[in-house]
Nanobody, 118 residues
Framework: VQLQASGGGLVQAGGSLRLSCAVS???????????IAWHRQAPGKERELVAA???????MYADSVKGRFTISRDNSKKTVYLQMNGVEPEDTAVYYC??????????WGQGTQVTVSS
């Protein structure tokens, strides 16, 4: 299983970005059963969970992004999205997507940089 994150860039505070995480080398049923999450790591800080979409289609968000970010998944494309609205300078970080299979294996993408200017 491979994860490819994309969509990062430079955006002004208050703007929007949509990150994508494409899952390859996994059959559709495998993707369907995965918990997929977005994490981020800002300079000098630990990696933190931002949002997650479970195999049972529950979603969860860090308090800092609730009401601003939305995680969604397109099963036909085996892709998970993170829609980021109303971004703030504090959202500046490298964003990573992570997938956990039903057997408990963890897979990580390479990260995509998001920079929010004030």
């Amino acid at each position: 299983v491979q994860l490819q994150a994309s969509g990062g860039g430079l955006v002004q505070a208050g703007g929007s970005l949509r990150l994508s995480c494409a899952v390859s080398r996994a059959i559709l049923s495998t993707f369907w059963g995965m918990d997929i999450a977005w994490h981020r790591q800002a300079p000098g800080k630990e990696r933190e969970l931002v949002a997650a979409s479970t195999s049972s289609r529950r979603t969860m968000y860090a308090d800092s992004v609730k009401g601003r970010f939305t995680i969604s998944r397109d099963n036909s494309k085996k892709t998970v999205y993170l829609q980021m609205n109303g971004v703030e300078p504090e959202d500046t970080a490298v964003y990573y997507c992570n997938a956990r299979s039903q057997s408990g294996e963890d897979f990580w993408g390479q990260g995509t940089q998001v920079t929010v200017s004030s």
